[in-house]
């Protein structure tokens, strides 16, 4: 059985890129995350911007494997009411799929921690480094496609669709993806609040195949037309998935330094 279930998370996930979003989404979300945040803390990460790995002259952001998932639905389907908020909860109530479907909620946590321990530290590198990390894992959790065991559309027939979607839309939609996300706010529980990202996101998993659909009808292939069609059906959403995702980003940086006791920054 351990071997059919491997099987499975390579086909699911080693099958298509690995990558919840591409360069050009998380670049530009880590960018207007930073204008999000309070003037207490925005000036530092604006000085020290090109250090981030996200953002440096020389960005190389890594394949990010299986483990950031959350294909959720695999679990319990939607609304998700008791879906475990643990990991050893979820690995005590369903042992048959826990290893399965990603570890996106738990590296969210482990990463929000870690950034505390940065900031008590003082420590620039580690507080630039675990600030961008987890960055990627919060914009993670805001691809539909992260969160569902259809991640690549091989489910309805849209084979290949992590690619268009999560990669190649952001592209084609130009220099500018016109992200507008609101303030940075404190979270009182950030754990907790990854689940609340998830089920925003996922109810958006249905538009996203359908939009694709309607923009491959009477197109042979994936060509320039092709993504014309797909920016003009799904640019607004992905707008919608970004800038949400940049003002979350900047909750869990502003609420790490918070709760490490408002640090100076230099």
Not at 32 to 50: C, D, Q, S, V, W
Not at 83 to 109: D, Y
Not at 210 to 226: D, F, N, S, T, V
């Amino acid at each position: 059985m351990k071997s059919i279930a491997l099987a499975f998370v390579l086909s699911v996930f080693c099958g298509s890129p690995l990558l919840a979003f591409g360069d050009r989404a998380h670049q530009a979300v880590t960018e207007k995350a930073i204008e999000t945040l309070p003037k207490g803390i925005r000036p530092f990460y604006k000085a020290h911007r090109l250090e981030m790995p996200t953002l440096s002259m020389e960005a190389d952001l890594p394949d990010e494997g299986p483990d950031r998932r959350f294909a959720i639905d695999r679990i319990m389907p939607f609304p998700f009411a008791d879906v475990p908020h643990t990991e050893a909860s979820l690995k005590e109530r369903h042992p048959e799929v826990a290893g399965q479907v990603g570890r996106l909620p738990w590296l969210v946590m482990e990463s929000y921690t870690k950034l505390i321990e940065a900031f008590k530290a003082g420590d620039k590198v580690r507080i630039l480094e675990e600030s961008d990390r987890l960055g990627g894992f919060v914009t993670d959790l805001h691809n539909p496609l992260a969160l569902t065991e259809n991640a690549d559309g091989q489910r309805t027939e849209q084979h290949g669709l992590w690619m268009r979607w999560s990669v190649k839309l952001p592209e084609a939609m130009g220099k500018d993806l016109g992200l507008n996300p609101d303030a940075a706010i404190f979270l009182d529980n950030p754990n907790e609040h990854v689940f609340g990202i998830i089920k925003g996101t996922y109810v958006w998993a249905d538009n996203l195949l359908y939009e694709e659909e309607l923009a491959h009808r009477g197109h042979g292939g994936y060509g320039e037309r092709y993504f014309e069609s797909l920016v003009q059906r799904a640019e607004k959403l992905m707008k919608d998935r970004l800038s949400h995702a940049a003002e979350e980003v900047g909750s869990y940086w502003y609420s790490a330094w918070q709760q490490a006791g408002r640090p100076e920054l230099k």
